[in-house]
């Protein structure tokens, strides 16, 4: 809507068929360029999406109810581009970063666009580069403290090539749209850098000089990622499974719990009243690692399942791209998309308008290359300066029927390195969270740099541990197939010692109570207790006289578990139910024959 | 529609299929209501001046010199508080023989509430059946449908729940109702001395099934009158939604698009999701919620309609006859309600939470003991107890003729805990067993 073009294409609406719109062009425009159609008054915000001829086929991310043919099409000249700068943190966006807290009325009305960033607001500006440095895109002029995470003041993506700072403003408060730092590029013309800067979204932002493979754990609070299957600083996972297998509960529990220093949450096509739930939780939770509140870190991009569909594409890259705006900061970020089958239906929807040749499932043939151009945009980077920062990426899939060789999974599957596979038969049987110890992997776990810190943080023998039980979940699967085939009779006593072996692992490890207070997070370090805790009950030499007795002994054992899972960690209680726990596995092992 | 003046009138159609008919037109808005020889028509495509109208009783009879007037609007509610106690059509047209309603006239299928403006639902209904109220508690502002197969009473239960739920309004959306339950629905309102609280849309099996799809435009425009101009507390009630989607797909196959999964449009989430979230619950008291029906084919939620609707909605309440005991229960394996947690063990007793998971876990352990029964097993003393304990918490818990408070709920639970299990077997925290086990 600017003018910062002057000689902007105008076009006129020729047809609309839902919110594909087709615009007579009077002029060049670009693919992927932004521009508006003016109704009534209104104007409506659309992206290119094919061109043919003169004419432009526009996607509109908004109802296209009343729109006639002959409305007037301005064209932007740019992609969809965001502003970034101070501010973004504890802010409630939509898909195209619209700020909703400051949009008027109950409901969202056609055509209203507000600011992403508050320019009334001043930061407390601090200088950290000096006239005379020699900087490129990305690096760092200053930083400002947004609730007490520094924000650095960079050099604009957009800027390519070298520049010397020519000057840089004092220690002071300042707006973000005034005047921090002057540069030069190699002709000496100078440019003058704000703390906001815009970006298009679809584009990855590369001011980093590598991307190493990860090598940190990045720990959660979840048991049954952080011990069985973990997610690394930099990884990529994600989370599929059918409605009611507990998707939402897990990313947010995640949200809420994991250790990072930014969230970004994209709810893309998802229900508006877990959104609400976030906007009314996360000012009032705390940090666990800070203390502070969770909003305070977190940004949340809402494009709700009613919203208009052509923004969840947007909401996704407007959340990356904050991500990759915090990485370059140094900082470990955490970006979740609940759920990304939203999205793949959106570009299904608009691919079927355009009459294109549908691949499966009616899903547009590149939809694998989106996919895996989009996560490719997580990792583990060393920026310029030589610091690091990290976009963890996590997105949930809704696969169709609960079918897991649909396209939408298939196509993540390949892209990400976790595996997060919720079980119906699991959710069905409450036992939460429902990720199959059996189908999920963590492919970091392979790697030799995590094994290695693992080591060093956790204890030498972590890695080994891990596998162990995870074989004590196959086994234990096994043995259940069997005593289901043979009955219990017909089996000997090993089978049953094999699969409750199991069930204390998956009742007491695996199963863990998102709502209670205590056992919603377990620190890495008590996961270590309970794991030795466990390992040494399981390879206790236990002595059963037959079958019927092994149940009643370890429905106990567990028992006694979960009430520890209860307890504060290390309390009177907690060390009392491990006292009894010990003395019941010493009273078996006594009656060994 | 009356003709009035100003309006322009075109005599000449170019292309006519079977639900839709092509002219030439110029200054045609997008989703415009017409009229096609008085048939009501809707804009679904401009292309140049070539617009295409889809006429909701279909083509029969069209001819090419057919008269085809543009209302100039998009399908629209009269609003009001004469809404009340009456009967419409797909259109908002009266149905029971009264006066047009006077009011203000409201586009239908309006924009979302911002969702920074909605509050967390946070106010229990209570309907008295324990396999919601205990299992899967309801909220203001929560949208949850009955999946059920065809055979089964989910009209008789929705009725009985919105007649137990405390709104201000309940509004009925009708789908392909058969007239017998259309006039179900009357009677049981009208019995119960509630029909000044109730409005009807109402599209039967006798009308043109492409009409269905105004009908929960209607009804949601109708409670948002209610629920924000009003602040009243508002029960939607929409069945059958499965019937509304296969409208859809007739109208996305008319329209030569390529279908998706079970041949539905593409477009179904967005389509039914646009509906489902006008769900709401308002800072100011007042609500939307919606109880909807999915009719299933065989129990089979993985069918395209009950598997978007169940990534949209706030859970679902499964019906399923108990043959052990002969009674339609809820079943709480494949039921749930996501916005209980906002209430259970809050807004009901502290032990609510704990109690309800381990009765569930242990009604898994009895059908595991059922399945070793039917393979020929012997069980053991635990598999026997849990397959009595089950019969018993199905017939007075689970059945869908239950009617208590929540408490008693609660009381009932633990009396059956404590006759068929030991406190270790059960496994719940140690402070509730100490409070309330007897």
């Known amino acids: 809507m600017s003018n910062e073009q002057e000689n902007r294409t105008t076009g006129k609406v020729n047809g609309i068929i839902a919110n594909l719109v087709i615009v007579q062009a009077e002029g060049p425009f670009a693919q992927n360029e932004i521009c508006y159609i003016v109704h009534n008054g209104v104007w409506l915000m659309a992206e290119v999406i094919k061109a043919q001829g003169e004419l432009a086929y526009v996607q509109v991310f908004e109802s296209t109810r009343g729109l006639k043919p002959g409305s007037t099409v301005e ?59 020699q900087v490129t895109a990305g690096d760092w002029l200053g930083e400002v403290d947004e609730n007490g995470i520094a924000h650095r003041i960079m050099v604009p993506f957009k800027m390519e090539g070298n520049y010397t700072v020519k000057s840089v403003s004092q220690a002071g408060s300042y707006s973000p749209d005034e005047p921090i730092a002057r540069l030069l590029d190699e002709n000496d ?8 800067q815009r970006w298009p979204v679809k584009k990855a932002i590369k001011a980093y000089r590598n991307k190493p493979r990860p090598f940190k754990l990045l720990e959660t609070g979840v048991r049954t990622i952080d011990t069985l299957n973990p997610m690394v600083e930099g990884g990529t996972g994600f989370i599929p499974g059918p409605f009611g297998s507990g998707k939402t509960v897990l990313q947010q529990a995640i949200s809420k719990q994991a250790e990072a220093d930014i969230v970004v949450m994209a709810a893309c096509g998802e229900r508006a009243n877990e959104v609400v739930e976030l906007f009314k939780e996360f000012p009032e939770l705390e940090d666990p690692w800070t203390g502070r509140k969770l909003m305070e870190r977190t940004t949340i991009i809402a494009n709700t399942s009613n919203m208009p569909v052509a923004a969840r594409e947007a909401s996704v890259y407007s959340a990356m791209t904050i991500a990759e705006y915090y990485r370059s900061m140094g900082h470990k970020v955490l970006m979740l998309a609940d759920s990304t089958s939203r999205w793949a239906q959106a570009l299904r929807e608009m691919s079927n308008r355009m009459e294109e040749l549908p691949g499966p499932d009616a899903f547009p043939m590149d939809l694998p290359a989106i996919v895996s151009n989009f996560y490719a945009r997580a990792g583990y980077v060393v920026l310029n300066n030589g610091e690091t920062g990290s976009i963890t990426f996590i997105g949930t899939v809704s696969p169709a029927g609960g079918n897991l060789k649909e396209p939408v999974t298939e196509a993540t599957k390949k892209a990400t390195r976790c595996f997060y596979a919720l079980s119906q038969q699991r959710a069905d ?13 963590s492919k970091y776990l392979e790697y030799p740099e995590l094994q290695k810190t693992l080591a060093e943080t956790i204890s ?5 541990q891990v596998n162990q039980l995870k074989n004590i979940m196959l086994r234990g699967k096994e043995a259940a197939e069997q005593i289901n085939i043979l009955g219990d009779d017909s089996v000997s006593v090993d089978y049953h010692l094999t699969f409750w072996k199991s069930e204390v692992v998956d009742a007491v490890l695996l199963q863990q109570d998102a709502f209670d207070a205590i056992d919603a997070r377990t620190p890495l370090q008590r996961q270590r207790y309970m794991v030795d805790l466990l390992l040494k009950i399981i390879n206790a030499p236990l002595g059963f006289d037959g079958f019927e007795e092994v149940q009643p002994f370890y429905k106990k054992i567990i028992d006694k578990l979960r009430q520890m899972n209860y307890s504060e960690f290390e309390s009177e209680q907690f060390l009392a139910f491990r006292k009894e726990l010990d003395r019941m596995v010493a009273e078996r092992t006594a009656v060994e024959v | 529609m009356e003709t009035k003046a100003l309006q322009r009138i075109y005599t000449k159609i170019g292309q006519i299929t079977k ?6 037109a110029t200054d045609v808005g997008y989703e415009e209501l017409a009229t096609v020889d008085g048939r009501p028509a809707q804009v679904v495509k401009i292309v140049g001046d070539n617009v295409t109208l889809q006429i909701f009783s279909g083509t029969e009879g069209i001819r090419t010199d057919a008269e085809v007037v543009f209302a100039g609007k998009p399908p629209t509610l009269k609003v009001g508080d004469e809404l009340a106690g009456r009967f419409f059509n797909s259109f908002g047209d009266p149905i029971d023989g009264g006066p ?68 201000d309004k309940i509004i009925l959306g009708g789908m392909g109702l058969t007239n017998d339950d259309y006039l179900f629905f009357k009677d049981i309102f009208e019995n119960a001395g509630a029909l000044h609280r109730i409005i009807s849309f109402v599209n039967t099996t006798e009308d043109p099934p492409v009409e269905r799809l105004l009908v929960p435009d209607m009804a949601l425009t109708a409670a948002e009158y209610f629920a924000v101009d009003k602040k009243e507390k508002v029960l939607v009630l929409l069945t059958d939604m499965t019937l509304f989607a296969d409208a859809l797909s007739i109208v996305s196959n008319r329209m030569d698009q390529i279908p998706s999964k079970d041949s539905m449009p593409g477009s179904l989430y967005s389509d039914l999701a646009r509906l489902y979230e006008k769900a709401v619950q308002f800072g100011d008291g007042g609500s939307i919620t919606i109880i909807a029906v999915t009719t299933l084919s065989g129990g089979d939620i993985t069918h395209a309609i009950p598997d978007n609707t169940g990534y949209i909605t706030e859970g679902q309440l499964f019906l399923r ?9 809820i079943d709480p394996f ?30 898994a352990d009895a059908a595991n003991a059922r399945t070793k029964l039917e393979n020929g097993f012997d069980l053991t003393e635990y598999d026997k107890r849990t397959l009595d304990f089950a019969k018993e918490y199905a017939e007075k818990l689970l059945a869908i003729d239950v009617n208590m408070g929540t408490t008693e709920m609660l009381d009932t639970a633990w009396a059956l805990f404590a006759k068929y299990f030991s406190p270790e077997e059960v496994a719940v925290k140690k402070e509730l067993v100490e409070e309330y086990w007897k």
């Open chain 1, 189 to 196: 013309e100078q440019i003058v850098v704000t703390m906001i």
């Open chain 2, 321 to 329: 006859r108990d043959t052990e005991i002969g009674k339609v229960v």
């Open chain 1, 460 to 464: 030498p023998a972590w890695t080994g």
């Open chain 1, 75 to 133: 064209f932007t000249g740019h992609m969809l581009e965001v502003s970034l700068g101070p501010g973004l943190l504890s802010r409630n966006y939509d898909g195209l970063l619209n700020d909703l807290d400051t949009m008027t009325g109950i409901f969202l009305k056609r055509g209203e666009y507000t600011a992403t960033l508050n320019t009334k607001k001043k930061w407390d500006f601090k200088p950290t580069a000096k006239p005379g440095d």
């Open chain 2, 334 to 363: 494949r039921s749930l309600s996501r916005l209980k947690q906002l209430v259970i063990g809050k807004k009901t007793r502290a032990d609510h939470p704990q109690v309800m998971n381990a009765a569930i876990r242990l009604y």
């Open chain 2, 100 to 167: 047009q309603i006077e009011g203000e006239e409201r586009e239908i299928g309006g924009p979302s509430v911002n969702p920074v403006r909605r509050q967390q639902p946070s106010e229990l209904i209570a309907t008295g059946i324990a396999g919601i109220d205990l299992n899967n508690t309801l909220v203001t502002g929560q949208k949850i449908p009955f999946f059920a197969d065809p055979d089964q009473p989910f009209n008789q239960v929705m009725a009985m729940v919105a007649l137990r739920a405390e709104a």
């Open chain 2, 19 to 24: 639900a839709t008919c092509t002219l030439r």
């Open chain 1, 429 to 441: 049987s409450k036992r939460y969270p429902a990720i199959d110890p059996i189908d999920s992997y």
